[in-house]
């Protein structure tokens, strides 16, 4: 009888058991890496169309500063929806040297000064709030330096303006700290308490680094694990709001201090979130994702307690060291047209925070 097997059959069956075990998975190595190819370009053709993000890596629009040990914007670096101009600021090009006539404001803060999120450069909230001042005072000459950088606490601000933001002669510095201070203050108080989440490094895994599908995969999966342990109690944190604010009001004083011994008039910015004490405790766990992301220790009610406390230090530090003023904090609607996290803003924040702080500083740049 003729042997109608196909031949590929065949020859899988006269395979050694170790040699079938091999092909097999072999295929299936193969079929993954297809499969896993096809995810990294679906997500990465998103984020292009999304964010105009075409780097390999995130990291690639940073550099390393030598001098100070900072994470910069690297300068020069351009993308559809981000500049970084020559200096290294999100900002449009300027001279090193103020021209004649010039108001030139700088902004200090972290990614939700630098404003990633937004569509482009002219959405961001310094711009908006140098436009709005523009369309008031048509007879002055603005420029203004987005000095902002994801991840800066009050203290890397402090160490970028003295090395360099004061060199280009700001008359006005706008400062918009908080959340980052907030996380490394609280991070130390819950390791001395003995909690496993303050232990945990918050970088992810290497190859996150370098595949954004991966990368998305392990953020979403921590956010799912971080809902489902929210009303776990025995790793959470008991909040000291004030002592925890007590290290930001030194690191706030210093930069006020420094910023104004430079010749510069200072406003300080209270904090907005997405987080309020006026929503339901569901509204608040979906509010507060985010920032429980990097502060897996806290509960809702503890990062209410603690962002009002650092709200009450940014008041009583501009009153004391006679710095403007500007309440974000109670004017920013904490809801998801607003922010697209717990603390960053989206297009729409934008322009409501860009609103508020032009209103305050109107008439000081007369």
């Known amino acids: 009888m003729t042997n109608t097997k196909p031949i590929h059959e065949n020859r899988f069956g006269r395979m050694s058991r170790g040699l079938q075990i091999a092909v097999v998975c072999g295929v299936c190595l193969s079929v993954f890496l297809i499969l896993f190819g096809v995810a990294e370009a679906a997500v990465r053709v998103r984020a292009w169309i999304k964010h105009g993000q075409s780097v390999v890596r995130i990291e690639d629009s940073y550099r390393r500063d030598e001098k100070t040990g900072l994470r910069l914007p690297r300068p020069g670096f351009s993308t559809s929806r981000l500049t970084i101009n020559s200096l290294g600021f999100r900002s449009p090009e300027i001279s090193i040297e103020k021209p004649a006539q010039t108001y030139r404001i ?10 990633a999120d937004v569509s482009g450069e002219e959405k961001t909230w310094p711009h908006l709030v140098v436009k709005a001042l523009e369309d008031a005072h048509p007879h002055r000459s603005f420029e203004y330096i987005n000095a902002g950088v994801p991840g800066f606490t009050t203290h890397d601000s402090l160490v970028r303006f003295e090395v360099e933001v004061g ?48 990368y998305l995969v392990e953020k979403n999966l921590r956010i799912i694990a971080l809902q489902q342990a929210t009303d776990d109690a025995s790793n959470k944190m008991d909040v000291d709001a004030a002592a925890l ?58 990062l209410i307690e603690s962002f009002n406390a650092y709200n009450d230090v940014i008041r009583k530090v501009a009153r004391e060291e006679g710095a403007i003023v500007v309440e974000a904090a109670k004017a920013v609607p904490g809801d998801v047209s607003q922010f697209i996290d717990s603390v960053h803003f989206t297009e729409l924040g934008s322009s409501t925070m860009a609103n508020v702080v032009a209103s305050v500083l109107r008439s000081e740049t007369r």
């Open 245 to 302: 604010a007590i290290p930001f009001e030194t690191s706030l004083r210093e930069l006020v201090r420094t910023v104004q011994a430079s010749g510069a008039k200072v406003a300080l910015v209270t904090f907005a979130t997405r987080l309020h004490a006026a929503q339901t405790p569901e509204e608040q766990i979906e509010a507060a994702l985010t920032a429980l992301y990097y502060m897996p220790y806290m509960t809702p009610a503890g």
């Open 106 to 115: 700088a902004f200090l803060g972290a990614s939700t000064t630098y404003s």
């Open 167 to 214: 060199a280009l002669d700001p008359d006005l510095v706008v400062i918009y700290h908080a959340t980052n201070d907030l996380s490394g203050n609280s991070r130390a108080s819950a390791r001395a308490q003995g909690l496993s989440g303050a232990a945990e490094s918050k970088t992810l895994s290497w190859l996150s680094k370098w595949s954004l599908f991966v």
